[in-house]
């Protein structure tokens, strides 16, 4: 298996990618079906004692449904030593395993060991258990290199193991998945943020197309071929078989001028259609827009397309006006459940300027689970 750049041939079969316009985007910002609950002391129950959690990943069989083994659900969290200042976990992030059942989370410590990762902290991905039941196939990020620079470079890799209840090991050596080709997909290797913003080719997220069988990955991009801020996609390599190398395809979705990150994009599958979902935080949409922090999300009628935004702008669910900032990085699994962390909670509207109220205020853990309804192009939230 080895890294692979796309020729005309191999991105034949996906069409461009389809717009997020600010029109739509702008639609979001007067949603107001679509704002959860507030978030309140009870609902931040530590996973892990003196440790944040955050980006979250369920173990899943090829078709999406979560694997349940031993009556709880599987779970991968990027994790890191509860900081003083929680911005600083980026640097730091690890990937645990834990599991969620009628007890509640249980921690089950992390799931490569020391020094495996080729970079200098693990982001995120997602996680396929194979027909056995045991194997199981992990794509993540490898951010930085194994040197410790703080660069922003971002991989994508995989590496096939063992799952147990309980446990995972046996990790075979990772690989690159695929690269980033500079044109399509800029090259993710950053010094510094600039103005809080890195570039992206991180969160693989995976998929088995059951109307043919083949397998997609897709992940946060930026495009390569324009030079601007806002410069978002969704971008996607695909295989025909497992034994192929992964090939680089155009973007499902770009938000140029609209929005600088479409984060951990990932597809369910439900009656027949396909629907797309991501993640963003206002701070990322173009000036005048003012769409909220939430779940956005597209919907075709096949992976070729053509992809509709949800609900008129994309808006799925939103962070309520209350609590702008209460939670991110919405998962969501194949039975429609839907699950976050706890992000900058009880701020009353406002921000954590300072590392003090952050940590104070930084929730670094699962948030209320929630379920969506999917209809065609509509989206609800039946269940928070």
Known sequence: MTASVATPADTAPMPRPARWTADAARRAADQPAAALPVITAADVVPILAGHDLWDMWQIADADGRTVVVGGRSWWFFLAAPAFADPDARHDAARIHLTSHGSDGWRD?????????????????????????GATLTMYFTAAGHR?????????????????????????????????????????????DAVDGRIKGFRDPGYLRDPADGAEYLLFVGSAGWVDAIDDG????????????????????VEAIGVNSELERPHVVVHAGRYYLFWSTQARRFADGIGAPTGLYGMVAPAMT?????????GLVAANPSAEPAQGYCWWVTGELDVISFVDAWGLGGGVAPDPVTRRAQFGGTAAPWFRLALDGDRAAIVAA
């Open 147 to 191: 040197d410790g620079s703080r660069r922003f470079a971002q991989r994508l890799f995989e590496t096939r193991g063992r799952f147990e209840a309980g446990r995972v090991g046996d990790w075979h050596p990772p690989v690159e998945s695929v690269v980033a080709d500079g044109a399509v997909y800029r090259v993710a290797d950053q010094g």
């Open 108 to 132: 089950h410590g992390p799931a490569f060991p020391d020094g495996f990762a080729p970079g200098s902290r693990e982001w995120s991905g997602s996680a396929v258990l194979d027909a056995d």
């Open 305 to 313: 397309g053509p992809w509709t935004p949800l609900n008129g702008s």
């Open 233 to 252: 996609v969704i971008g996607v390599a695909r295989r025909t078989a497992p034994a192929d190398p992964w090939a680089l395809a155009p973007p499902l």
